[in-house]
């Protein structure tokens, strides 16, 4: 397993190389650094300087790599914006993210096996059909409409039909003026983010599931599991879930790119302070030593995440592990 | 037939389809002997597997099954899915015909024999394990303590075969059927599997059903056969008159068809029954086999369904010239 | 008892008794299993509808793009305005329909490109392997862990945000997931019997590949084709919602909702954020329904 893993590391290593030197390609071709200095007055000589100081005097190949040796000793420059460091920056940033993705997957993985399994064992019910329904409404329905539609119908509706003071649920923020901690307070900021986030997801996941779970209910050692005797519902937890699970976690952890572009929309509309919207805040900026690390963290994140499934991947699946 | 330990009548099995109603099986009755074996033999599509398939429940729900099946005093094709459970495994088994997609990829073949055994009866875990490596030793696997905690997918084809008749008779059952059991193997493992079925049935009694389309398994293992054609029954004997006084023209042909070499048809063609089997939605009128009989006439088996005629102790055919085919002129 | 124990004898001529199973061709195998899908076929209805309303905009649409009238700002749905109007008084419904344009356009014009090339170099790929093969896996890799959404805005403020360069940098991104669909069928296709038997013909690889291999990918190129409008459409709109798309004087529907999102917290302008997601909705809806009709007729094999 051990060796399985640091494999998989090691090998991930030349895809965020290549990935980063992209993105930081990309960076700096859309985002001038000599922006500011172009309208001074006596530009030329001021360009000539900033150009030797900030490097560009050098092959891209070569500023990329002084980019990263200072990222990886955890020097990761200042934000041209706020003149802070960029990594207190995005320390600070990600806190918010990593909760919200936490809550987020927890829950989307969780209601898509329910509906998942339950859709598949209840083939052509009236249940299936409503969540199959509700799936597809799920995926055709852009995450910004259906976050602002919830903060329509459930925050600003429901305190104009009846007359609140306060909204059931909040929409900005993670936590009220000067409260913290885990408590209901917290949870009626997080219920419309994390709805959001989740329901594309489940709507997407619980569809797979349940289509893997048809496959496998139909499989032959389903059958023989069946002819044995074995009760239906340990038929369908022992045999077909444990089976349908495999390709079903593959499919969670190839969405996670996906997540971010999720998470971005999600921060603005509910005006969260994490690595979403400091990634809007410092394009609008041009903020390129933010976005350049922001880009490596997200990287970084991602392909944690893939390995953490992959784990899970390995301890599924024997012919895997014995291969 | 003296008490049999299952008795099967009048067994009747619809699918619906885009195309009209398939009848896959039509009619198919048969007596099973304590401690016997009955081999059903036919073509692909003749309506085997559904047979046995219904008889554990397990076929889909699109499936409309009407007759009798008795075992042991009730009707198994009325049980509902509760009381069929206890039945399933341990007084009926079932072996299928590709032993590496019916068993689970993903667990040891130990604990699916385990399984079998706990879904049944309430037993510690650690004699669950020994009585699996001794099933997996019985079967006549080397090593059965190491083989246990391994996957199919490190068994070699017939080892699998051979796990999955552990699998069936760990609770010894009173029947056992297996479904092609020798079709995805190698001639000399065929006669290895075959063998093992032997032996497990001399040591239990254990009655089994052969499903096979190989008329060679079937006269070197069966005590009686069951010929199917076009889901319905043709032709039911011992297995002496089922090979040397077949009373059907289709299990004629079927004998025909066998390359001989022991010289007696040397420098001729080899047989085959022309044409096609038929459409299971779309079946001819009257006799199914006439389209394709030489000694069909129009008058009687171009139209009427054959009766069963009884041609001798335990032995009937579906033909209505069943007992005349010897005399009877063959069309040109 | 005679020699052999079954004469030889020809079969009569035929099957006898009840009719033989009707002969059908592909095609019409291929229309009866779609015009089941219901949904599909009413998803082809409002697709049309939505079209010909928003590509007909300059000659259907009620009153002219951006024509302000402040006198009757704000004003929820009425009859002489069916969808409502603006702060600025300008027609929602008309908004709508000129907006529509673009992003119909823009999802339509990716999936096109995005499948020329993403068929191209996925069954190169496939085929030919080896080199394009890895260089394939590596750049869909790639792209795997870097976040669209993020990458793409960054590319457009590079390029400039005109629907020209969101179609490029849309469509740059959307081949990928078409070349890898193809290049699993291809992979697969390649192994199947008639192939060799093409090549023992002496047919060449390239003869090979587009005569034989490309039409068995018709099925899964036109499903995943229809398939991808919806994703541009969906892209597009998220990109010009946080406002890397589409900039004014242009209109898109994500641009409508950007401009919405401030009334979300005021419920007598729901409308403003009904109206333009609901198209969005119910494009990306429709297509969906679309996709999955013709998967099913050009396979139904496939589990529902």
Known sequence: ?323 | ?332 | MTDTLLPTREPLAGPVGDTAPPARSNWQLFRRRFFRHKLALASIIVLVVLMVACFGAPWLAPYKQGAQNLLEGSQGPSAKHWFGTDDLGRDQLSEIMYAGRISLMIGLVVALLSTIVGVTIGAVAGYFGRFTDHGLSAVTDLFLILPDLALLAVAILYLGQSATSIIVVLALLGWMYMARIIRGQVLALKEKEFVEAARALGASRTRILLRHIVPNCIGTITVNATLAVASAVGVEAALSFLGFGIQPPQNSWGRMLSDAEAYATSWSKFYLILFPGLMLFLTILAVNFLGDALRDAFDPRSTR
């Open chain 2, 1 to 332: 037939m003296v008490d049999p330990v299952l008795s099967v009548r009048n067994l009747s099995i619809d699918f619906k389809t885009d195309d009209g109603v398939l009848h896959a099986v039509d009619d198919v009755s048969f007596d099973l002997a304590r401690g016997e074996t009955l081999g059903i033999v036919g073509e692909s599509g003749s309506g085997k597997t559904v047979t046995s398939l219904a008889l554990l429940g397990l076929l889909p729900k699109t499936a409309a099954v009407s007759g009798d099946a008795t075992f042991d005093g009730a009707n198994l094709l009325a049980l509902d899915e509760k009381r069929l459970q206890p039945v399933r495994g341990a007084r009926i088994a079932m072996i299928f015909q590709d032993a590496l997609t019916a068993l689970n990829p993903v667990r040891r073949v130990g604990d699916q024999i385990a399984e079998a055994i706990a879904v049944h009866h309430d037993i510690a875990r650690a004699e669950l394990h020994d009585r699996a490596v001794a099933l997996l030793d019985l079967v006549g696997i080397a090593q059965p303590a190491a083989r246990a905690g391994e996957y199919p997918h490190q068994f070699s084809g017939g080892m699998r075969q051979r796990a999955m008749i552990a699998m069936a008779i760990a609770n010894e059952p009173d029947v056992l059927i297996a479904d092609e059991p020798t079709t995805a193997l190698d001639v000399t493992i065929q006669a290895q599997v075959l063998d093992v079925l032997e032996r497990i049935q001399v040591r239990t009694d254990t009655a089994i059903i052969l499903i096979t389309h190989d008329l060679g398994v079937v006269a070197g293992v069966a005590d009686r056969v069951l010929v199917m054609y076009a889901g319905r029954e043709v032709e039911i004997g011992s297995v002496e008159d089922i090979f040397y006084r077949p009373g059907h023209p289709y299990t004629r042909g079927l004998l025909s068809s066998l390359p001989r070499l022991d010289g007696r048809e040397h420098g001729r063609r080899l047989f085959q029954i022309g044409g096609q089997p038929p459409s299971l939605v779309f079946l001819p009128t009257g006799c199914a086999f006439h389209p394709r009989c030489p000694f069909a006439d129009d008058e009687l088996c171009a139209a009427l369904v054959p009766d069963r005629q009884p041609l001798g102790d335990g032995h009937r055919s579906a033909c209505h010239y069943a007992a005349t085919l010897d005399e009877r002129e063959a069309r040109p």
């Open chain 1, 1 to 323: 397993m051990l060796r399985y893993l640091t494999r998989r590391v090691l090998g991930s290593i030349p895809v965020l190389l290549v990935a980063s030197f992209i993105t930081f390609w990309l960076v700096r071709v859309a985002i001038d650094p000599l922006a500011r200095y172009r309208h001074q007055r006596d530009s030329k000589r001021v360009l000539a300087e900033q150009r030797v100081k900030l490097g560009l005097d050098h092959s891209i190949l070569q500023q990329w790599w002084d980019w990263l040796t200072h990222f990886v000793r955890g020097d990761m420059g200042t934000s041209t914006r706020t003149g802070d460091s960029v990594s207190s920056m995005i320390g600070h940033a990600l806190w918010p993210s990593l909760q919200l993705l936490f809550w987020a997957t927890i829950v989307s993985v969780a209601v898509a096996i329910v509906l998942g399994v339950y859709s598949a064992v209840k083939q052509y019910s009236i249940g299936d059909y409503f969540f199959t329904g509700l799936s597809y409404v799920g995926i055709a329905m852009p995450d910004f409409w259906f976050a602002l539609l919830a903060i329509a119908l459930l925050v600003t509706g429901p305190t104009v039909w009846f007359h609140l003071d306060q909204p059931i649920f909040y929409s900005i923020g993670l936590h009220s003026e000067g409260v913290s901690g885990l408590n209901l307070d917290y949870f009626r900021h997080l219920a419309l983010p994390v709805l959001t986030l989740t329901f594309t997801s489940v709507a997407a996941w619980s569809r797979f599931l349940r289509a893997e779970m048809l496959g496998v209910l139909n499989a032959d050692y389903v059958r023989t599991a069946r002819a044995k005797g074995v009760p239906r519902r340990q038929v369908v937890s022992r045999h077909a879930f444990r089976n349908a699970l495999i390709p079903f976690l593959t499919v969670t952890a190839l969405d996670t790119a996906f997540l971010v572009g999720g998470v971005i929309i999600t921060e603005k509309i509910f005006s969260i302070s994490g690595m979403g919207q400091a990634f809007l805040t410092a394009l609008q900026a041009g903020d390129a030593p933010f976005l350049l690390s922001w880009f490596l963290v997200t990287a970084i994140a991602v392909i944690a995440f893939n390995l953490l499934v992959d784990v899970g991947y390995v301890a599924l699946d024997p012919r895997i592990r014995l291969s």
